[in-house]
C-alpha cells in the first residue's frame, strides 16, 4: 500500500481547504447579499467546473499553467521553477476546480441568515466588513464547516485533473486516486483495494458530520 500517496491526498485536501475558506467567504456573501450588474454570468462562470468533464478542466488548467501559458510563464518568472507536475501546481488546480463546492453551500448558509439580523448591525453602525466578520460569519458556522468538508472531500476524490496538471510524481503529485489508478492498470488488484479501503471510512465519516451540520443549520 502507498502510505506516501494517501498522506499527500490529506495534505493537498488540506491545504486547498484552508485557502478556499478564506478566499471562498467573502465571494460568497457578495453574491448572496449583492445586486451587481451581470452577477448570473460570473455565477455561471464560477460554477462551470460543475458542468464540464474532469479532464476539460484539467486540459484548460494544462494549458494556462504550462510555460506558455499566462499562469505558468509568471510563476516560472517569479520564482524561476515550473508550476505543471508540482505540488503548487495541484494545490492551484485543486482550488481552482473545487471553487463551486465551496461557494454554493456557504452561498445557502448566508443566505439564511435572519436579515433583520444584518439590518441591526447596519442600524448600529457596523460597517460592511465589521458585519461580514461579527453577524454573518458566526451565523453560519455549521454551512461553513459543511462547506469546507465537502471541499475535502472532492479534493481527496480528485482524479482527472490532478492526474493532466500533476502527473504522478511520487511524493510531489501522485496522489491516492492517482495511485489507485496505476494499481489497477499494473494488475495489483491488493494494493489498489487497500488504498481505496483506508478512503472509504474517511468519506463515510465526514459525511455523516455534513448531514449533522447541514440538518443543524438554522432555517
Known amino acids: 500500500m502507498d502510505w506516501t500517496a494517501l498522506f499527500l491526498s490529506l495534505k493537498l485536501a488540506l491545504v486547498a481547504t484552508t485557502i478556499l475558506m478564506i ?7 457578495l453574491m448572496a447579499y449583492s445586486r451587481l450588474p451581470g452577477k448570473a454570468f460570473l455565477e455561471a462562470f464560477i460554477n462551470l467546473p460543475l458542468a464540464m468533464p474532469p479532464t476539460v478542466v484539467g486540459f484548460y488548467l494544462l494549458i494556462m499553467m504550462g510555460p506558455e501559458g499566462w499562469l505558468g510563464g509568471l510563476w516560472t518568472r517569479a520564482t524561476g521553477s515550473p508550476l505543471l507536475f508540482t505540488f503548487t501546481g495541484i494545490v492551484i488546480a485543486s482550488i ?6 465551496a461557494l454554493q453551500p456557504m452561498r445557502a448558509a448566508f443566505e439564511k441568515i435572519d436579515p433583520r439580523l444584518i439590518e441591526s448591525a447596519r442600524i448600529l453602525g457596523l460597517s460592511p466588513p465589521a458585519i461580514f ?6 451565523n453560519s458556522l455549521n454551512g461553513i464547516a459543511a ?3 465537502l471541499v475535502f472531500l472532492h479534493t481527496m476524490g480528485a482524479f482527472g485533473v490532478i492526474l493532466m496538471v500533476g502527473g504522478s510524481v511520487p511524493g510531489q503529485t501522485r496522489v491516492a486516486s492517482v495511485a489507485i489508478y ?4 499494473t494488475l495489483q488488484y491488493g494494493s489498489a ?3 481505496s479501503l483506508a478512503l472509504l471510512p474517511i468519506c463515510y ?15
Open 23 to 29: 478566499v471562498t467567504a467573502p465571494l460568497a456573501c
Open 133 to 138: 466578520a461579527r453577524v454573518i460569519i458566526p
Open 193 to 195: 483495494a487497500m488504498m
Open 96 to 101: 481552482i476546480y473545487s471553487i463551486p463546492f
Open 205 to 219: 465519516v465526514f459525511l455523516l458530520v455534513v448531514h449533522r451540520l447541514t440538518r443543524r443549520s438554522p432555517s
Open 147 to 149: 462547506s469546507a468538508i
Open 182 to 185: 496505476e494499481a489497477v492498470e
